[in-house]
């Protein structure tokens, strides 16, 4: 395909929580006219539109929803189901279509759903990168011009994320890691069409060969080992990872940043984090970022609750309300707190990913079973610990601390976790390396 604008390519992603967009977000500079959000883009027919909505809603709705006592976990379970990612092992052909799959292409049959979308990009058939296997597949089905790109999100996916016939599709997978690739056979994707890139991460946050990166881990260590156990067990491993950049000097308070997702959850378990290390806060040893994300709600509750607990004095201080009124600019905010963080506490989103940074990773209660498969992966390569008991935050935080573990799992998550996502995207996409026609480019990881 020749096109007159080689450096541009069509970046689609939806507005489904925040993984799809935050996996969008790092391509923007060579998103043409912007990054296109397929449920919401200016002049979307009402049909598809109806469509976009009941879906989303219906997932908005039952994340929520499980936080009901009683019976909010047995509904949320009947839900999961449905995009429940079956056991890797013992390993089969995993290819047989499911139920979720006749869906989505009876609306692509009965009610052209996508097809708008397809022929307006259609016209000007620059490369197709997607963050969401429905709009790839939507791009597929109405006959898209150049090439289709899908990235995947997690650590693992459900088979919905492959087309019906995989033997006979041209969608080109780009697989956050290993795993997920292998994954991808299993379903039938041909390995042609399966390319270990790695996720997306912003490059404010890498920066070139890494730079920005480095310099940011090399300040992070002695936050997350003061006493300096794992430092001094390791220091030639360190310096020969992070060189000049490896400081042992304090230079802020530990900060942890705390992300709750895009439908509100476990915003409770920010609250209690912040109760719990309220003296450390107070005494300036400790900074706690609340993530609300977009989620107006949430920031006002968490307003709400520090001033029960007496922080209020703390906001702008000791404590930041992160949020932002639209996903780019709540992003590039997450993104430069990050670069001043030390420890994500998260549930295991794609946010998993970002342990890439050198950011040790708490883990709260996975919410789904993509959630599940990322906790795995996490524990799995060092780089992420299930939370204790949030109410003793205070207690054992400051054990892990003394202890080098969190130290030891930031350079577990820089080491294991790949970091060139971005850059390796864009080299396949504009044909940057010499063997991309035969994708057996071998890239950075």
């Not at 976009?52 to 839900?79: A, C, H, Q, T």
């Not at 047989?96 to 000007?124: M, P, R």
């Not at 693992?156 to 016939?165: G, L, N, Q, T, Y």
């Amino acid at each position: 395909m020749t096109s007159k604008l080689p450096q541009k390519a069509w970046v689609v992603t939806v507005d489904m929580g925040y993984g799809h967009q935050r996996a969008a977000y790092p391509l923007k500079n060579i998103a043409y006219k912007g990054i296109i959000t397929a449920n919401t883009y200016v002049g979307i027919p009402e049909k598809d539109k109806f469509i976009w909505e009941n879906s989303r809603g219906f997932y908005e709705f039952v994340s929520r929803f499980k936080m009901v006592p009683l019976i909010g976990d047995r509904v949320f379970s009947l839900y999961d189901k449905l995009q429940a990612i079956p056991n890797f092992y013992p390993k089969r052909d995993l290819s047989t279509s499911n139920l979720q799959l006749k869906q989505i292409y009876k609306f692509f049959e009965e009610g052209d759903w996508g097809k708008h979308l397809i022929s307006k990009l259609a016209k000007t058939p620059l490369p197709f990168i997607t963050t969401f296997f429905v709009t790839a597949m939507m791009a597929e089905y109405f006959d898209y011009p150049g090439e289709i790109y899908c990235i995947l999100c997690d650590a693992d996916i459900s088979r919905a994320w492959v087309p019906p016939k995989p033997q006979d599709s041209r969608i080109i997978y780009f697989a956050s890691n290993r795993r997920v690739a292998d994954r991808l056979k299993l379903y039938g994707v041909t390995e042609d069409r399966i390319i270990l890139t790695g996720f997306p991460l912003p490059q404010e946050n890498v920066g070139v060969n890494l730079k920005i990166l480095k310099a940011d881990l090399g300040k992070r260590l002695i936050n997350l080992d003061p006493g300096r156990v794992y430092i001094n067990q390791f220091k030639p491993s360190i310096h020969s990872h992070l060189g000049s950049n490896f400081k042992l000097h304090k230079s802020r308070p530990l900060t942890i940043t705390f992300a709750v997702g895009g439908a509100g959850a476990q915003r409770e378990l920010g609250v209690e984090v912040a109760f719990s290390i309220k003296k450390y806060i107070l005494d300036g040893k400790m900074r706690l970022n609340l993530v609300a994300g977009t989620n107006q709600q949430v920031a006002e509750y968490f307003k709400e609750e520090l001033k029960k607990l007496k922080l209020s004095r703390e906001l702008g201080k000791g404590i930041n309300i992160i949020f932002e009124s639209n996903k780019h600019q709540y992003f590039k905010t997450f993104n430069k707190a990050l670069r001043e963080s030390d420890i994500l506490w998260t549930k295991p989103s794609e946010l998993c990913f970002y342990c890439a940074l050198g950011l040790p990773i708490i883990m709260a209660p996975p919410v789904g079973s993509q959630e599940k498969f990322n906790q795995k992966w996490l524990q799995l390569i060092g780089a992420g610990i299930d939370q204790d008991d949030p109410k003793y935050t205070g207690e054992w935080l400051c054990d892990w601390l003394h202890s080098g573990w969190l130290a030891e799992a930031a350079m577990a998550g820089f080491i294991e976790a790949p970091k060139y996502g971005t850059y390796n995207i864009e080299k396949i996409v504009f044909g940057k390396t010499k063997e991309t026609k035969k994708f057996k480019t071998v890239l950075q990881y």
